[in-house]
């Protein structure tokens, strides 16, 4: 039985890998994304941002993509709409868009003031002030639990690192006010913008956050990539969760996306959507992804913009299962393109560099080929009692 939690995934490529893209990516391709993305098992894609086109172009034209793209049914579509005017806008859409709506009346703020002042044109003293009113409206419609939480949580790109234990009187401070109204506290959010996020705070912060409020049981993360620590950090959120937890993480497919207000543009990234879902379903995390389809995806997303992604699921391809394994006559695989032959068939190596005098084999493949494993285990035949092994019982 699984003890893993339970994980609420969500494709960002659309909106936070397009936001820093060209502008002038056509609405065609797009949409041929998005409506690729919509085959792959994915329960959860953003397909943009309702947001003023001065400062993000990129997102000029979202009233055109959903428009045309094609919804498949049992997929939420959302967009990201940060002020009333883009909530507005994103009504009209509404099907196929789910408007929505944090289960939690949140209070939260960026622990770092200057990325909040370079990407909303607000302090983090703004922020804060909105505690009292969100509590206060809470009361009035008599919600019984809230949230806590932060953004970036573990450091900034202008301010250094933040210890976690700035991090936990943040949330505490918070905490406290939720007490003060009498509304239990049931979820936590902890985000990441400018790739600060590793795996040994990431795990200190869930485990003093559990141990210090055993009642919450509802996790988000947001973690940023540009350190290449996002992945690992996704591991240690799972592997200190319980079963009867949840977690909401996201990525985007290829790792691609970034933010022009915390310095690292395109470079800030996302855990790739094929490297984080292709762990999960081999720790056996349904996530009900066809890995094949996505990597088609981020194929299609490095042709419309024109360069290769950051994932490397998509390029080396899954862990091979029995009928997927290697030609062990394979010539030299040396290239990007040849070590597509994963999905593409030995044509992608034809012509390779074969320093083979005489074809390549092992009693071991014989084995799988006949349905065994290629080790007995510690109590079986092969290889342990085999006269070349070098000891045995």
């Known amino acids: 039985m699984s003890n893993w939690p339970t994980v609420n995934y969500k494709e960002e490529g659309m909106r936070e890998g397009m936001q820093i893209e060209d502008a002038n990516i056509p609405v065609e391709d797009k949409v041929r994304l998005l409506d690729a993305l919509s085959e792959t098992g994915l329960k959860h894609i953003v397909v943009g941002s309702f947001v003023s086109p001065k400062w993000t172009p990129q997102m000029a ?9 094609h919804p498949k049914e049992g997929v939420k579509y959302t967009a990201l709409a940060l002020n009333a005017r883009g909530i507005e806008r994103a009504k009209e859409y509404s099907p196929p868009l789910t408007i929505e709506r944090d289960p939690y009346p949140r209070l939260q703020c960026h622990m770092c003031d200057v990325f909040v002042r370079r990407n909303t044109n607000r302090s983090q003293m703004q922020e804060m002030e909105r505690w009292p009113q969100i509590v206060a409206q ?20 202008f301010l250094g690192d933040f210890p976690v234990d700035a991090l936990m009187t943040m949330l505490e401070k918070q905490h406290q006010l939720w007490d003060e109204a009498n509304i239990k506290v049931e979820s936590v959010s902890m985000g990441d913008p400018m790739s600060w996020c590793r795996p040994d705070k990431v795990e200190e912060s869930i485990v003093r956050v ?6 919450i049981k509802h996790f988000r993360m947001h973690f940023h990539n540009g350190r290449n620590m996002a992945l690992p950090s996704a591991y240690a959120a799972l592997r200190v969760l319980e079963k009867e937890d949840t977690l909401d993480i996201d990525g985007s497919i290829g790792g691609f996306g970034g933010c022009p207000y915390c310095g690292t543009g395109r470079a800030t990234g996302q855990a790739p959507s094929e490297d984080i879902l292709h762990m999960m379903d081999d720790m056996g995390i ?7 389809k996505l990597i088609d ?3 299609m997303c490095e042709e419309i913009v024109g360069r290769p992604l950051f994932g490397h699921v998509s390029k ?6 029995y009928d997927k394994l290697y030609d062990m006559n394979a010539p030299f695989i040396e290239t990007m393109e040849q070590a597509k032959h994963f999905k593409l068939g ?28 290629a080790f007995d285990d510690a109590d079986g035949e092969w290889p342990w009692k085999q006269d070349w092994f070098p000891v045995k019982d």
């Open 210 to 215: 559990k141990e210090r409020w055993p009642e």
């Open 297 to 299: 995806c981020v194929w």
């Open 61 to 69: 034209r979202i009233d055109e993509i959903v428009t045309k793209f």
């Open 316 to 321: 080396a391809g899954p862990r091979p299962t």
């Open 286 to 292: 349904d996530t009900g992804v066809d890995i094949d």
């Open 138 to 157: 809470a009361q009035e419609r008599n919600v019984e639990a809230g949230g806590i939480g932060t953004n970036a949580s573990w450091g900034s790109n």
């Open 346 to 373: 030995p044509q992608a190596y034809e012509g390779g560099i074969y320093p083979y005098q005489e074809p390549v084999n092992s009693p071991y493949r014989d084995r799988l080929d006949q349905g065994k494993p």
